[in-house]
């Protein structure tokens, strides 16, 4: 109950914010071409931008202006990193990043593209760019809008087209390929069975090598290229001046725990409510940083009315809800990858083995420019599954990569301007059997008391393997085509009166998953398995229990773990208080948690590794444990340590028990050196902390670093808590979580709480900036309001619009 008092506290304190007096309203105006008749938009007092058009069209452009005076460097950003546009105002140490995200983008038939989407795509796409550019024409009238980015490394804006919206693929959620690798890797070193350390699979399956393939010959340099062509732009001062080149950077460490990361989302039927009407929440986990990835807006224009947030350089909302129905999503983990392998002719290395011939690759010769170097020419090569990531030509072999995201009508989120404007469930399921990527559950809820679940993406059909290894590319290893959207699972008015997900592995029971082979890499279940205790309770809820749900630090993982400890005996000194302090926790993680401090430092930093190097074959070690959050899935250490075998030696449970003990005193030792020796005064978030770091703060002066970067903010909770604040264990620091959440009052629009941390502006010297990072802290909310009386109330900046011509 201690969670739901919390949120009774947080809700006193957002009525006096409420309550308080805002500040003045101010009034900008511009005249923009391409705009057909006045717009306006209103800020309210939590930087969400509340936009009203005449006409549809108008909105989307409005929408796409919006976006540039907030979030202009960001969105330029992610445009040249998607483009392979980098090296033309950063320097030659990005060309090789640039090449990379080249063989990313999206090269088919544009006709087909459009068309995926829905017949209006192309006009939202092109005025929503026309918006962006209409901005930016502003800042070359006047360099007072333009963010101070811009101005710390000397370049300016580009101008977008409508493709560049749908082409960018790379900075979506990728899938499985490096999973594929390591998999390959722990069979070469040891076996398939010791690669369940690493990644559980499920549904219960039991995969093998495929015929032909050699496991141990995949070069680290296919990951690299991967990750370097779908990763964020990373700053340093060598990489500006030109003195450190992109490709001899190694395969980053993960900061973030892969089977942590996801979102929460669930939808409660208005028979177990207090309000009477249907609730929905959505809290996806991404990775942190200033800006948010998540933006908030609200676009209004005759016919439709939609609010919530999206990704700000792309139109329309994907989480929110439009005045009848809501919508939230998580991510739903179809496999859509593969690697594949080419045997190459010696003579012509730009031939691969196909069906006992030899096949040309496509080869595309681009010019990219370089910044005080001129044009540089980059050669990218296609097999007929896709983009090459590497030739390795001591080997003579070719990698390349197929992806369902690749095919038309899979840029990420696009499809949202779809789904959002639905009325009801049979038009938001036809939307979602339209879906493109990535592949997610959607929950949902209408005025008329109705929710559901639906999963949406594309299914390769892998008649002979199951893709969870790299295959041969000589013509055994094809897939044929992709299944009927309506083979996915759905469900709508279960008789428990909610649904949910938080990336667990959600196929039903008797659902043919040998057959269909959906996917067999997961999520770990513990933030699931808690929302799901909570909701199953016999009781209504309101509001605020979805809020303390998303805000709940119950550790069903932590449950599990010191569960083991009840009985151990040991007549050390030091582990004496030790056991009793996690024996006597409630396994909570709270901010204030000296339990929490030890058990998270113990089994994330000494109990992992620890098991990892117990059970799994040295040979093999290394690769399962590599340090960081990269130390063994937590799943998978914790049904060894329930279930000890002969792994652990003669007598399994004696050395468990050993091992248990070891490892908690180092743990001990570790938290004397931090925090002191009185265990009592320990606290969580003495360690545990959110930074929202800038990607300049490498390269700035420590005064431009402090206005861009915002933290410290001490927190509870961990990756696998629903409060999801995941951590790299260096330092402490939450690497990703719930930076936006949203809980909907499903017909009493106004009453819909949100947050969106650290602030709603890109501009480091806008207000909005930071302002709502210590309500994130805090775990509470701001009204997401609808009404136009509510907006009108809570204005803090009015922007007016009028056409230039």
């Not at 309000?275 to 439709?304: C, E, K, M, Q, V």
């Not at 792309?314 to 045997?343: C, M, R, W």
């Not at 109705?450 to 059909?461: R, S, V």
């Not at 759905?490 to 428990?496: L, Q, S």
Request: aromatic letters at 10%; charged letters at 25%.
């Amino acid at each position: 109950m201690r969670m739901f008092r919390r949120s009774t506290l947080a809700a006193c304190s957002l009525a006096a914010m409420l309550a308080a007096p805002a500040a003045a309203e101010t009034a900008k105006s511009y005249r923009v071409a391409g705009l057909s008749a006045p717009a306006e938009i209103i800020v309210d007092r939590w930087g969400v931008p509340h936009i009203y058009a005449s006409e549809t069209y108008d909105a989307f452009f409005v929408q796409g202006f919006n976006a540039a005076r907030d979030r202009l460097w960001q969105i330029d950003l992610w445009r040249k990193r998607g483009l392979g546009e980098l090296s033309k105002d950063f320097g030659s140490s990005y060309l090789e990043q640039d090449r990379m995200a080249r063989q990313f983008l999206y090269r088919g038939d544009m006709y087909r593209e459009w068309l995926a989407y829905g017949s209006d795509a192309k006009k939202i796409a092109q005025r929503y760019t026309d918006g962006v550019n209409a901005f930016i024409t502003l800042t070359e009238q006047d360099q007072a809008l333009l963010p101070m980015e811009f101005k710390l490394l000397g370049y300016k804006p580009s101008y977008w087209l409508p493709e560049d919206v749908v082409r960018i693929r790379s900075h979506g959620l990728t899938r499985n390929l490096d999973s594929e690798i390591e998999r390959a890797a722990v069979a070469c070193a040891a076996d398939l069975k010791t690669d369940l350390m690493r990644k559980t699979l499920e549904p219960d399956w039991q995969t093998r090598i495929p015929e032909g393939l050699d496991p141990c010959g995949i070069p680290p340099q296919v990951s690299a290229n991967y990750s370097l062509g779908t990763s964020n732009v990373k700053f340093t001062k060598e990489k500006l001046a030109g003195t450190q080149r992109a490709e001899l950077e190694p395969v980053p460490v993960p900061e973030i725990e892969p089977t942590a990361l996801g979102s929460n989302n669930w939808a409660i039927a208005p028979d177990k409510t207090t309000t009477g009407r249907a609730i929905l929440a959505n809290d996806p986990h991404r990775a942190h940083g200033a800006p948010s990835l998540r933006y908030i807006a609200h676009i209004t224009a005759p016919g439709f009315s939609v609010i919530g947030a999206g990704e700000p350089s792309l139109p329309g909302i994907s989480i929110g809800h439009n005045g009848k129905i809501a919508f939230g999503l998580t991510i739903f983990s179809i496999d859509q990858e593969d690697l594949y392998v080419y045997d190459l002719n010696p003579a012509d290395r730009t031939q691969y083995n196909y069906q006992g011939r030899w096949e040309a690759m496509t080869v595309v010769n681009e010019s990219v420019p370089v910044k005080g170097q001129g044009d540089k020419p980059v050669s990218l090569s296609y097999t007929r599954h896709g983009p090459v990531l590497y030739v390795d030509e001591a080997r003579n072999k070719a990698y390349a990569v197929r992806a369902a995201w690749l095919e038309p009508g899979m840029a990420p989120y696009f499809g949202s301007t779809d789904y959002m404007r639905a009325g009801n469930w049979d038009e938001f399921l036809a939307a979602m059997n339209r879906w493109g990527s990535p592949s997610e559950n959607q929950v949902y809820a209408d005025t008329e008391g109705n929710i559901g679940w639906k999963p949406g993406g594309l299914t390769p059909i892998r008649p002979n393997w199951d893709g969870l290894m790299p295959v041969p590319g000589d013509g055994r290893y094809e897939w044929l085509g992709y299944r009927d959207m309506d083979e996915l699972p759905v469900e709508y008015n279960p008789d428990r009166k909610w649904v949910g997900s938080a990336n667990q592995m959600n196929l039903p029971p008797g659902y043919p998953d040998a057959e269909k082979k959906i996917g067999f890499e997961w999520t770990d279940p513990s933030r699931f398995n808690r929302i799901k205790e909570v909701l199953s309770a016999d009781r209504k809820f309101g509001l605020e229990d979805s809020m303390a749900l998303q805000a709940d630090m119950t550790s069903i993982q932590a449950r599990r773990v010191t569960v083991l400890l009840k009985g151990i005996q040991s007549d050390d000194p030091t582990l004496t208080p030790a056991l009793n302090l996690l024996t006597s926790w409630n396994n909570v993680l709270t901010a204030d948690s000296a339990a929490g401090a030890l058990y998270e430092v113990w089994f994330m930093k000494h109990l992992r590794p620890a098991v990892v190097r117990a059970t799994v074959p040295k040979q093999a070690v290394d690769l399962i444990d590599q340090g960081g959050v990269q130390s063994g899935e937590p799943a998978a250490i914790i049904a060894a340590l329930e279930s000890p075998d002969q792994r652990f030696g003669s007598d399994p449970t004696a050395a468990r028990n050993d091992l248990l003990l070891v490892t908690l005193k180092q743990a001990v030792s570790e938290l004397q050196k931090k925090l002191g020796t009185d265990m009592a005064a320990w606290k969580w978030a003495s360690l545990h902390h959110g930074y929202f770091e800038h990607p300049l703060a490498a390269v700035v002066g420590s005064e431009e670093k402090k206005l861009l970067d915002v933290g410290p903010f001490p927190k509870g909770g961990s990756g696998f808590t629903p409060n999801a604040t995941t951590y790299r264990t260096s330092d402490f620091r939450i690497t990703a979580g719930g930076s936006f959440k949203m809980v909907v009052d499903v017909g009493n629009w106004d009453a819909s709480r949100a947050v969106n941390t650290p602030g709603q502006s890109g501009n480091p010297n806008s207000p909005h900036y930071r302002d709502l990072a210590p309500l994130w802290q805090q775990e509470q909310y701001f009204p997401l309001l609808y009404s136009r009386k509510a907006v009108e109330d809570a204005a803090k900046e009015r922007i007016m619009l009028t056409p230039a011509n």
